[in-house]
């Protein structure tokens, strides 16, 4: 008895001893959050603010946030302008800024096409967001990078670029694609081998187009979609293709984006594509299904059901009477504006969505109370 009596307190110590030490390994909350242009020098103040107080508020224990993308309009001809704006965006996220209990630089970002349009917005956009690791492909330092957190690694890529080429003119002319292929693969590659347990991937555009940006994303179809696709297309299609297998081959837990103005989230080859695409910018649309046939106008960049049925056709997208017109049978999504939050512990990210409902008839402004969109889990891998 006596013997037993010490097994049992032997065994409590033991308990305690090893699991504090497993869940402090990996035990932490970050959030993710993109798009916020808007109408107020170049952001959307009054959603972007509802939403990081209620972060906050309702979930003061995130450490950091992703933002991939999209701050601000940005502006073609005025780099002063971008400047202006970025600077407002900064002062608007202030309260996440000067939370005690984030750690530094509390916001991780990256350039999205609304911030890539003049020969000046790269350096101005490295000079406002200097906290960063310069640990990214030669041409992208500053922009691209990469770092581990408590044995969960994040990479930030970049899919829109002044230009690819030497030259300064015609610039934007090559967007859409990730130029450093091996750069990610062997970025990847390390991290596993340093022991992270998950791999999350951030970068502005859509590898599955959701709505509103069928034309682009980094399959990047254009406009007047004939089959069978041309070589341009065919190229953007395998980069994208070679993009997804190096996510796939490496475990990432999940690919987080925006630039598409919608929440969504599908698994593709087992890589989930979190779109978390509005904090503020104007709401699209789903991709249009059979259901919506008779709807003519889907916004300024988004086409009808007969209109996108060749692009369904070259993506390979599920389509037809019954199906969402996506990429994965697991697609769910919302038209909201919203904030990611992603809760990693020993064996399963758990995500919480918390966002809330347009105004009817407006497609940015608040009409609904913050509250809980969706909740689902992911298996770790590594
Ligand atoms: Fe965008």
């Not at 859509?206 to 980094?218: S, W, Y």
Request: charged share 20%; hydrophobic share 35%.
């Amino acid at each position: 008895m006596k013997n037993k009596f010490f097994l049992f307190i032997f065994l409590i110590v033991i308990m305690f001893a090893i699991k504090p030490c497993n869940i402090k390994a990996q035990n932490f909350k970050f959030a993710a959050m993109s798009d916020s242009r808007g109408d107020y020098e170049g952001v959307n103040q009054p959603v972007l603010s509802a939403l990081i107080n209620h972060l906050l508020k309702k979930n003061s224990d995130t450490k950091f946030i992703v933002f991939p993308g999209d701050l601000v309009s940005g502006n073609k001809y005025s780099a002063d302008t971008t400047e202006k704006q970025l600077n407002y965006w900064q002062k608007t996220m202030a309260p996440i800024y000067n939370d005690s209990n984030m750690v530094w630089p509390k916001i991780w970002v990256s350039v999205g096409n609304h911030e890539i349009q003049n020969s000046k917005d790269e350096g101005l956009f490295k000079e406002e967001f200097q906290n960063v690791f310069m640990n990214g492909p030669e041409d992208e330092k500053g922009l691209t990078y990469s770092f581990d957190y408590d044995k969960v690694h994040f990479v930030f890529i970049t899919t829109n670029r002044w230009n690819y080429s030497e030259s300064d003119e015609g610039g934007n002319n090559d967007w859409h694609y990730v130029k450093h292929l091996d750069w990610l693969n062997n970025d990847l590659q390390s991290a596993i081998q340093r022991g992270n347990k998950y791999l999350f991937v951030m970068g502005h555009e859509t590898a599955f187009p959701i709505g509103g940006h069928l034309k682009d994303g980094l399959p990047n179809l254009g406009n007047h979609l004939t089959l069978p696709i041309d070589s341009t297309r065919k190229w953007y299609l395998i980069q994208r293709d070679m993009f997804w297998k190096i996510l796939s081959e490496n475990k990432v837990t999940a690919y987080i984006c925006g630039h598409e103005h919608l929440y969504a989230r599908e698994s593709i080859n087992g890589v989930y594509q979190i779109t978390s695409g509005s904090c503020g910018a104007p709401l699209y649309y789903f991709n249009p299904t059979s259901n919506d046939v008779k709807k003519k106008s889907f916004g300024w960049s988004e086409f009808n059901y007969q209109e996108a049925i060749p692009y369904y056709k070259a993506l390979n997208y599920f389509y037809g009477p019954g199906e969402d017109s996506q990429a994965s049978k697991d697609f769910f999504g919302k038209r909201a504006f919203v904030y990611v939050t992603l809760n990693v512990t020993p064996d399963f990210v758990y995500i919480n969505t918390y966002g809330c409902y347009p105004k009817a008839n407006s497609d940015r402004i608040m009409g609904s109370k913050i509250q809980l969109l969706d909740t689902f889990k992911i298996k770790r891998k590594l």
